[in-house]
């Protein structure tokens, strides 16, 4: 099974920062991969799909790039209320295995 | 709107059983994938189960294979979660979590509020 690997597992960032989270699969997958945000206590949105596909609704300061292997999230420009914890997930196949999460806070 | 709305969480004995079931309204449920996710608490989000649209083929974590069952019925729309043999390290949210397609391999667009499965004697 693929795995994945997120990192770092946490940041401190100020507003206005760019932030770039990073995800590792442990073979390729080319562009099967969505990004997730969880704020504290609630359920978790779905950001971007298919690597870089940005969710109906969700901010333009949230992108995604990568394929194959090495996949990041970036948020251009760090508000408030991107307070979170991100993750990544593979769909190319089952499992539909999580990354282990990367928790965001404001310095 | 979609909804989805989770239940029959609660407190469980070791080597228990619990059914879980998630009921869908604002869609076609007949055309979408549906998964069941979980998060121990203080931890990460772990994939659990899918069924695909048709209803016919299922997949399972490593973790939960042989135990949990996931089953679903169209015509109420709602999916289940059959949770066998249950061990204190299932405890966690459950969340329910609808695809966007019928396919089985696919990111989830909607979720369930979870509802809560504690294993303890």
């Known amino acids: 099974d693929i795995q994945m690997t997120q990192s770092p597992s946490s940041l401190s960032a100020s507003v206005g920062d760019r932030v770039t989270i990073t995800c590792r699969a442990s073979?390729?997958?080319?562009?099967?991969l969505a990004w997730y945000q969880q704020k504290p206590g609630k359920v978790p949105k779905l950001l971007i799909y298919a690597a870089s596909t940005l969710q109906s609704g969700v901010p333009s300061r949230f992108s995604g790039s990568g394929s194959g292997t090495d996949f990041t999230l970036t948020i251009s420009s760090l508000q408030r209320e991107d307070v979170a914890t991100y993750y990544c997930?593979?769909?190319?196949?089952?499992?539909?295995?999580f990354g282990g999460g990367t928790k965001v806070e404001i310095k | 709107e979609v909804q989805l709305l989770e239940s029959g969480g609660g407190l469980v004995q070791p080597g228990g059983s619990l059914r879980l079931s998630c009921a869908a309204s604002?869609?076609?449920?007949?055309?979408?994938?549906m998964s069941w996710v979980r998060q121990a608490p203080g931890k990460g989000l772990e994939w659990v189960s899918v069924i695909c649209g048709s209803g016919g083929i299922t997949y399972y974590a490593d973790s939960v294979k042989g135990r949990f069952t996931m089953s679903r019925d169209n015509s109420k729309n709602t999916v289940y979660l059959q949770m066998n043999s249950l061990r204190a390290e299932d405890t966690a949210v459950y969340y329910c979590?609808?695809?966007?397609?019928?396919?089985?391999?696919?990111?989830?667009?909607?979720w369930g509020q979870g509802t809560l499965v504690t294993v303890s004697s």
């Open positions: 979590a609808k695809a966007p397609v019928q396919s089985c391999y696919k990111y989830f667009d909607y």
């Open positions: 073979q390729g997958m080319s562009d099967y």
């Open positions: 604002g869609i076609t449920f007949s055309s979408y994938a």
């Open positions: 997930q593979k769909y190319n196949s089952a499992p539909l295995t």
